[in-house]
């Protein structure tokens, strides 16, 4: 049992690795187009100086839609309160800001990362009603960027009420995660409609049986996934 979960987060790991390299390939070229893949054809706005929002949801929701429309994930970076405590600035940026993690002497292999101190990101200040302004806008990237990962990107996946329940009724009855998985997504019209992937699946199941057999329960845990592998293997 230990085996089986070792392999499944080897195996996730090489698609996050996988998915890391086929987004640095082409970077140069990527640079050169990257005007012609900005998103004002597509009927997104994008971020300028002096754009104004209601309050800082509006904000963020914004340039994460922007975000999703060329292809790149979003994080909140910076923030500074006043000396009241209201937020006063926001910084929301291009996920891949940072430094490449740095690899020792006695590193066999060095650890994938999605770091390449990309600049992308807007600044912006609220006033004392609440709303919010962009003061600083960067729309340069120094990776390549796609549209069609977007919903592959932390930030962007989610689970729907409907989802989560379906889960949770086929996990009851013993159906394996990933013929649940395959069912959301024929319902959903294919994997380029879903809003979530397997793991997320599995991460959720995970949390809910640790809430259905107490938190710190490993051993009722444990005694469910030995029933659960072996009743599968005997239907197979």
């Known amino acids: 049992?230990?085996?089986?979960?070792?392999?499944?987060?080897?195996?996730?790991?090489?698609?996050?690795?996988?998915?890391?390299?086929?987004?640095?390939?082409?970077?140069?070229?990527?640079?050169?187009?990257?005007?012609?893949?900005?998103?004002?054809?597509?009927?997104?706005?994008?971020?300028?100086?002096?754009?104004?929002?209601?309050?800082?949801?509006?904000?963020?929701?914004?340039?994460?839609?922007?975000?999703?429309?060329?292809?790149?994930?979003?994080?909140?970076?910076?923030?500074?309160?006043?000396?009241d405590g209201m937020l006063k600035y926001l910084t929301l940026t291009c996920s891949r800001k940072g430094n490449r993690s740095g690899t020792t002497s006695s590193s066999l292999k060095p650890q994938p990362t999605i770091q390449t101190r990309c600049k992308?990101?807007?600044?912006?200040?609220?006033?004392?009603?609440?709303?919010?302004?962009?003061?600083?806008?960067?729309?340069?990237?120094?990776?390549?960027?796609?549209p069609t990962k977007s919903r592959l990107y932390c930030c962007n996946r989610e689970l729907s009420v409907h989802v989560k329940r379906k889960l949770e009724v086929n996990d009851l009855a013993g159906i394996p995660l990933h013929k649940s998985y395959n069912s959301v997504v024929v319902e959903a019209g294919g994997y380029e409609n879903m809003t979530c992937i397997e793991k997320d699946c599995h991460n959720y199941i995970e949390q809910v049986r640790r809430l259905r057999f107490g938190v710190g329960d490993a051993t009722s845990i444990q005694n469910y996934n030995v029933v659960k592998m072996l009743r599968f293997l005997l239907q197979h």
């Open 120 to 146: 992308a990101r807007i600044c912006a200040s609220s006033n004392i009603h609440g709303s919010w302004k962009i003061n600083t806008v960067c729309l340069q990237h120094n990776h390549r960027i796609s």
């Open 1 to 83: 049992m230990i085996l089986f979960f070792i392999v499944e987060e080897i195996m996730d790991d090489m698609d996050n690795y996988i998915l890391v390299e086929s987004d640095n390939e082409n970077m140069e070229d990527n640079m050169n187009q990257l005007e012609d893949e900005m998103v004002e054809g597509n009927g997104s706005s994008v971020p300028k100086v002096g754009m104004t929002f209601k309050n800082e949801n509006e904000l963020y929701d914004f340039y994460k839609a922007y975000a999703y429309a060329v292809g790149f994930p979003v994080r909140k970076q910076n923030s500074k309160k006043d000396d």
